[in-house]
Structure formats: C-alpha cells, structure tokens
C-alpha cells in the first residue's frame, strides 16, 4: 500500500460522491447508464471474490481457501449475519491448514 | 416540532439505522486486520477508512495491492466500485435539505447504507434524519473497527487464523443479496469468469479491471419474460 494511492483513491472516491450529490444534483442519467452502473458491484465483487480464493499471483490454485469461502457461501445462502460468514470462512480455512 | 430524537414516530428508524453502524463496525474490523495483513501499515490502514469511507472500494484496492498489483490496476478497480456513490447522490440530492456547506458534507456519507436506509423511510423529514443518522454513526463505527482490527492484525500471524480469507468471506457475504436479481448473477457471472480466465494472462490486478465487462448485460433492456429470446 502506498500513500500516492491513498490519496488518489480519497479524491476520486470523493469526487464521485460530489458529483452526483452536488454537481449534477436532482438531474437524472439516462437508464441504461444507471443500469450499467448498478451492476458493477455484483460483476466486480464476484471477481474479487474469485481472484482471493483461486489465485497467488498470476497461478490458479485449489487449497484451504476454496473450502473456506465453500462454507462462507453456504452461511451467507442461508442468511447467516456478516460476521459469522466470516468467522466460519475463517475458521473453515485455519482449520483446512492445521490437517 | 418535537425534535428528531424524540420523535417516537421516528424511533423505529433510528433504532435500525444505529443497529445496520454497529454491523457495520464489526465488518470495520475486518478490513483492518485484512488491510494489516495485505501489508498497509496501521495508520495507512486508518487513512484509507477515514478518506476513502467506501468499503468495497477500500477492500478492492488493499486486495489487489497485496496480491502485487500496480497502483494503477487498484485504483481502477477501487473507482469503479466508488463510482455507484454518484448515484446515491443523485438520489439523495432530491432529498437533502441544507446550505452548500452541509451538502460537501453529506457527500462523503454518500454510501450503499447511508442511501438504502434514507430512500426506505417515507417522509421527506424521516430520511434525512436517516441518512444523517446512519452516516455519523456509521462514520464512526466503521473508522473505530478498522483501528481495532488494524491494532489486533499486527499482533498476530493473520493466515494462522485464517484472515487472510477475511476479504473473500466478507465480499461473499456483501455480494450475495444482490444476487435476488437475475442480471445482477448474469453480471456477476460473467465478471468471475473474466476474472479467472484472465489471471494467468493479465497483469495482477488487471483481471479485476475487466470482470466490469459483466455491467454490459445491463445495455439490454428489461424483458418481462425470461425466455423472449429464445421464443424468438
């Protein structure tokens, strides 16, 4: 992590917040711009989620991770709060790397 | 006018908005100690929590910075998620009253809680207590969490524990209420297999960059039957 990068990140995520809160206020954008948009948490999120638990650098891998986030994904199906999906992916994955 | 704190019209609103921080906080922790363990240090851990104040942002770019990626490739993943902000604020401007001052203010609450808890509440008066509300209060659990967890992360080894799937566990549990919509699982399909078709490929952080692909699904429009194209 680098300072640069903090900073840079700080003002744009800030600018984003201003211009749609202040700069372009009660004006709407065109539908299929709002629908795009309202789509990039799901699209990216999902890779992240990928690339965290498939991946060590440029390799595609299988380990304690996979099983992990395996257990994270049945908690969070059955509704479970935040913090026990991460709890169990946690502890599904200490344990996985102790066998 | 009774003012807003004890107004027991309002109660339930305040209530929900003070248990979705104190959630909030403990996901707070989270990033901290997944921040620490990615390689910031505590203080830029903090700096990222009080400046930035978007979550999936902040968790994206720690993300991808210590999987080795450039500061570029994590900065454009961190801006795209930012970007959604934009339009909670278009949302919100319709509904937030005060001077200019106030409003620069407002925009750095702009955020995924802070808008849903706001547009749920049905008087005008009822969701700019809720977005203020949950804004400060959510401001605060979320920078105490982080300095916790940023604190807690250093001391320990995080992959003894398995924190290192903190991240993961936590975007799961993030993601998946979206998926009750059918092109929200289409983008998010797409994105994933992007993502991982292009690892071996890309540059590290790049994959992330073009999983957006999956928002293209959006270019179509609404159909009311699944199957139209199909049938056609």
Known sequence: ?99 | MTPWWRDPTLRPAIVACLTLSAAVGVFGVSFGVGSVAAGSTVLQTCALSLLVFTGASQFSAVSVIGAGGSIGSALGGALLLAARNGVYGLAMSRRLDGSLGRKFLAAQLTIDETTAMAVAQPTRRAQQVAFWVTGVALYACWNLGTLIGALAGSAIDPKTFGLDVAFPAGFVAMVWPLFSDQRARLAALIGGAVCLLTVPFTPIGVPILLSVLGVLVGLQRPVSAPNSEVIQ
Do not use: H, N
Request: glycine share 8%; net charge positive; charged share 10%.
């Open chain 1, 1 to 99: 992590m680098t300072w640069t990068l903090i900073i840079l990140l700080a003002v744009g995520a800030y600018a984003f917040k201003v211009t749609g809160l202040i700069i372009l206020g009660g004006r709407s954008l065109p539908p299929i711009f709002e629908r795009c948009l309202g789509l990039i948490p799901a699209a990216i999120i999902t890779a992240l989620v990928m690339k965290d638990t498939f991946t060590v650098g440029q390799d595609l891998t299988l380990d304690a991770r996979s099983l992990g986030i395996a257990v994270a994904v049945i908690a969070a199906w059955k509704r479970a709060p935040l913090i026990v999906v991460i709890v169990l992916g946690a502890a599904v994955t200490a344990l996985v790397r102790q066998l």
